[in-house]
């Protein structure tokens, strides 16, 4: 019976030092500045969002259409840039925002392609704070006759 007693002191005396050493581990770290850290991760800058509204998935036009290709852009700060590119190329932008930009923008143009085969369409949206944001990649391919058109959409 004096053994189990022994034992019993030695497991609360062992666990009472383990809590003991966690304790002063931990309570190195100031607790102000641990607060801090999460408080700057939980407000960290977002990136603008982007919502494709044109080229919808599954449309269809003929090759010489003009084919329309609308998003939309939203930030917490106000839009700085909105572009769109096709091909790897700048083909279009929004010019009145450095002016009058607020912090949602919407986007239109009209492309008309000029060759058969494989394009890509992407749009990339700037905020004042320089957070950059680009949206879903989206792969056109026109064929060669005037009704063989078709749109895939791949995310980045």
């Known amino acids: 019976m004096k053994k189990l007693w022994v034992i ?11 809590i003991l050493a966690g304790v002063l581990y931990f309570s190195k770290t100031n607790p102000i500045e641990k607060t801090a850290q999460i408080s700057a991760v939980l407000k960290a800058p977002a990136p603008p969002e982007i919502k494709i ?4 998935f599954g449309g269809s036009w003929r090759v010489n259409d003009h084919i ?3 998003a939309l852009t939203s930030a917490k700060s106000r ?8 091909d790897g190329k700048l083909f279009g932008t929004r010019d009145d925002l450095k002016q009058n930009s607020l912090n949602i923008v919407a986007g239109e143009w009209f492309w008309q392609p000029g060759t058969v085969g494989a394009h890509t369409i992407l749009f990339r949206s700037v905020d004042q704070d320089g957070l950059t944001a680009y949206s879903d990649m989206i ?9 063989d058109f078709s749109i895939l959409r791949y995310c980045l």
């Open 8 to 18: 019993v002191v030695l497991v609360v005396v062992i666990c009472f030092c383990m």
């Open 53 to 56: 509204y044109s080229p919808a």
């Open 68 to 70: 329309p290709l609308q």
């Open 79 to 86: 839009i700085m840039a909105f572009e769109v590119w096709i």
């Open 139 to 147: 792969r056109i391919r026109i064929g060669g006759s005037e009704n």
